[in-house]
């Protein structure tokens, strides 16, 4: 995670502007990106908190993961102009793995952690439509962590399209990681290596 963080901030610079793509939906509101993130939140933190095994608060998390992120945007966001080059199939079996992985690495890491109280701080418009709302997330050691989710509507109402970790944006990070190997192993290549970096993180 730290060296994901770590990449994001250097990448951040670069390509920050492509999240700045206007939605072809109506914007969400404030209100409603809040009342959105909120919710989902509340219901992370009683998965985080129940005494279940770990695999089923993985499971739960996985399914609040699906329904609040837009995994369609992320997946094509993250190999750039290469999804224009795919092939119909290619974009399947990308969007396929990219979803797996992201929904099984997210919820992994989330799964055995602990946290008290989920905190929104503040809530901004951007300039292109899209809604910022930063929270704070209070831990029993520590200071509290500070996250940003960028929320746009999807046309089936609002979804998560990036999450910044104490700024650092994730899926920009995992764009420069995405692009880099799609450039030199093509976008199968990609696909295997998304495989394999599933089964190493979540053993899965």
């Given at each position: 995670?730290?060296?994901?963080?770590?990449?994001?901030?250097?990448?951040?610079v670069v390509i920050a502007a492509s999240?700045?793509?206007?939605?072809?939906?109506?914007?969400?509101?404030?209100?409603?990106?809040?009342?959105?993130?909120?919710?989902?939140?509340?219901?992370?933190?009683?998965?985080?908190?129940?005494?279940?095994?770990?695999?089923?608060?993985?499971?739960?998390?996985?399914?609040?993961?699906?329904?609040?992120?837009?995994?369609?945007?992320?997946?094509?966001?993250?190999?750039?102009?290469?999804?224009?080059?795919?092939?119909?199939?290619?974009?399947?079996?990308?969007?396929?793995?990219?979803?797996?992985?992201?929904?099984?690495?997210?919820?992994?890491?989330?799964?055995?952690?602990?946290?008290?109280?989920?905190?929104?701080?503040?809530?901004?418009?951007?300039?292109?439509?899209?809604?910022?709302?930063?929270?704070?997330?209070?831990?029993?050691?520590?200071?509290?962590?500070?996250?940003?989710?960028?929320?746009?509507?999807?046309?089936?109402?609002?979804?998560?399209?990036?999450?910044?970790?104490?700024?650092?944006?994730?899926?920009?990070?995992?764009?420069?990681?995405?692009?880099?190997?799609?450039?030199?192993?093509?976008?199968?290549?990609?696909?295997?290596?998304?495989?394999?970096?599933?089964?190493?993180?979540?053993?899965?």
């Open positions: 995670m730290r060296r994901i963080i770590l990449s994001g901030l250097a990448f951040l999240l700045a793509i206007p939605a072809r939906q109506a914007a969400a509101t404030p209100e409603q990106a809040s009342k959105f993130v909120g919710e989902l939140s509340a219901e992370v933190l009683d998965v985080l908190k129940s005494k279940a095994p770990i695999d089923a608060r993985e499971a739960r998390l996985r399914g609040l993961l699906q329904r609040g992120l837009d995994l369609d945007f992320m997946s094509r966001f993250a190999i750039g102009r290469y999804w224009q080059d795919a092939s119909p199939q290619q974009r399947s079996r990308y969007a396929a793995v990219f979803a797996d992985f992201v929904l099984r690495s997210y919820a992994h890491r989330l799964a055995d952690q602990r946290a008290l109280r989920f905190t929104i701080t503040s809530v901004r418009e951007t300039e292109n439509g899209d809604v910022v709302v930063d929270e704070s997330v209070e831990v029993p050691q520590g200071p509290p962590a500070n996250y940003s989710f960028r929320v746009r509507n999807s046309g089936k109402g609002p979804k998560i399209i990036d999450v910044a970790v104490e700024g650092a944006s994730l899926l920009l990070a995992q764009r420069m990681d995405f692009m880099l190997v799609v450039q030199k192993q093509g976008l199968d290549g990609l696909i295997q290596a998304i495989r394999q970096k599933t089964l190493e993180q979540t053993g899965t």
